[in-house]
């Protein structure tokens, strides 16, 4: 594939990957916030719309 070299050790088995980042720079990014998605799907987490209430509740109140 262009813009993809495979790093092999002694024995030709693939150990790293140089990837072109003027090339793939958008799907490179896109994979990485995949897999720190994933690592992330068990952190707490709250409802986006009880967030902006509390939000915008704390800016009336002049919090």
């Known amino acids: ?3 993809i070299n495979y790093i092999t050790d002694e024995n ?13 720079a958008e799907q490179i990014e896109d994979f990485l916030d995949g ?13 986006y719309k009880v967030v902006m209430e509390r939000i915008i509740n704390a800016k009336l109140s002049g919090e």
């Open 1 to 3: 594939m262009r813009g």
């Open 35 to 47: 897999i720190e998605a994933s690592q992330r799907v068990a952190e707490p987490h709250e409802d």
């Open 12 to 24: 030709g088995n693939k150990s790293a990957v140089v990837i072109d980042m003027q090339t793939y």
